[in-house]
Structure formats: C-alpha cells, structure tokens
C-alpha cells in the first residue's frame, strides 16, 4: 500500500512578492527625483541671504532669452497663468529662477501675474553660495574722543 506523502508548509509570507513591490517603490522614487530638478542652464544672480526654497513650489523658470518655463514644459504667459491659478488654490508656493542676463520685464510681469491671482508666497531663486561683500556706511560723527 502506498502512502501518500505529507507536504511541508512553509509559514510567513513570500519575499518574492515583497521584492517586487520594494524595487518597483525604488525606481519609482528614483525617476521622480530625477525630474524635479531643474535642467535650463540658469545663472542665477549671487545674494549672501539666500536660503532653500520649498521643495512643493511651482517653479518658473525664466531663461536668457526671455523664455518661461514651468516645471521643466516651455509655456507662454497666458497658460502660466492657468497653473498659478492651480497653484492658488492649492496654496502652493511659486519659486521664479531667472537668469541673470534674462529681460527684467518678463521677470516682472511673471511675478506681477502671480500677484493678480493672489499668490503671496513667492520666492526668487538666487545663488547663495557666491557671497557678495556688503559694506555697512561708515558713521563719520559717531567717533569722539573721550579724554
């Protein structure tokens, strides 16, 4: 008489399943950060109190042509404003990179448009680690001689 075998179970659950998942997270996150990060070749103008933005804003990037880019995508004027109305309400933060060469007036009607729609947390991406040398005015009558 034959008898049938008895299967051994295994108990806790399959890592292959769990790999899966884990690696599929790893890359996931990988490409993700990859493309927040910004690719104009911006020369941003040098400020010593400059501090990190806030990594939710919406950034616009404004190129040395005069070039407005939001989120890596080229966009004009008008569609930026769609977004920044998005963005309001969301109450989400707007970071603006220009370059430094860029036309100050499309700097300003960038940063104008923002404030029509109500955005008041916005930020000016500038260049923190060159340190610009600010001198205090001397006071010239402030020194007396004390005898």
């Given at each position: ?20 998942v ?19 070749p ?12 806030e ?13 407005i ?17 998005e963005?309001?309400?969301?109450k989400r933060?707007?970071e603006?990179?220009a ?8 700097f ?22 060159a ?14 001689d004390?005898?």
């Amino acid at each position: 008489m034959k008898f049938a075998r008895r299967q051994e179970t295994t108990s806790g659950a399959p890592l292959a399943p769990l790999l899966d998942v884990v690696f599929l997270l790893l890359i996931f996150f990988v490409v993700t950060t990859s493309f927040a990060e910004s690719h104009l070749p911006l020369d941003l103008p040098e400020a010593s109190s400059g501090r990190p933005g806030e990594e939710s804003a919406l950034r616009i990037e404004i190129d040395a042509e005069g070039g407005i880019v939001l989120e890596g995508e080229p966009t004009t004027l008008e569609a930026l404003g769609l977004r920044l109305e998005e963005a309001h309400a969301e109450k989400r933060p707007v970071e603006i990179r220009a370059d430094r060469t860029s036309e100050h007036g499309r700097f300003v009607a960038v940063l104008d448009l923002a404030r029509r729609i109500g955005i008041e947390a916005i930020g000016i991406a500038v260049d923190a680690e060159a340190t610009v040398e600010v001198t205090a005015p001397s006071s010239a009558g402030a020194a007396t001689d004390a005898d």
